[in-house]
């Protein structure tokens, strides 16, 4: 029971007592499964509405961390060595570190490459999605999505798809919005207007 009690920090890294005005910020306490780094962030955010001085802020971000941890965070907190954390920034380096497993993982603007079109029929399905995927992968140049959704799509799928398909074959895009608006101005109206009268015909057919 002394090894759980014990506290972790140094007395020097917590010269002054938490002020009686000090409120815990209403964060989500840390379970190990999201970034350690997004909570030591939300943490030391959240404590800005308190009104502390700087020398009490240090104070406060050592002693308060480990009520922002639950499971088995909690007890890596309580095993951590008696008097072993000099600073809040110590504390905080050692708790990342400790849970790097739980970081995330960037994207790499490679993966712009890994969204295919698959089996799916509609191109208007494929080109929404690779847009969507596109806007999430940080720093993607404009000519490598461009590349991208063309070597990816499959003009097995539908007419539309081999039409767009031989249309940057013809007239290759440098940029993602060349490659929208050849879709746009030549495939998605006669798509659509495809899909409708498909929707029609299975309606009369009832």
Known sequence: MDKYSQQPWKPSATPLPIP??????????????????????????????????????????????????????????????KNSIDSFAELADSFIKAHSGAQKVEKRIEDIFKIKQGDTKLLREFVDRFQCERMMLSRVPDNWA???????????????????????????????????NIYNTKL????????????NERVSSR
């Open 20 to 81: 009686k005005k000090f409120k815990m910020p209403d964060i989500p306490k840390y379970d190990g499964t999201t970034d350690p780094r997004d909570h030591v962030t939300a943490f030391t955010t959240g404590l800005k509405g308190n009104d502390l001085t700087k020398k009490e802020i240090e104070s406060v971000l050592v002693k308060i961390f480990g009520e922002t941890l639950t499971k088995g965070e909690l007890k890596w907190y309580s095993l951590l060595p």
């Open 188 to 199: 998605r109206i006669k798509e659509d207007t495809i899909i409708q009268s498909r929707k």
């Open 146 to 180: 461009a590349m991208a959704f063309a070597s990816n799509l499959n003009e097995k799928n539908s007419e539309a798809t081999r039409r767009l398909k031989e249309s940057l074959r013809d007239f290759p895009a440098t940029t993602w919005n060349d490659v929208y």
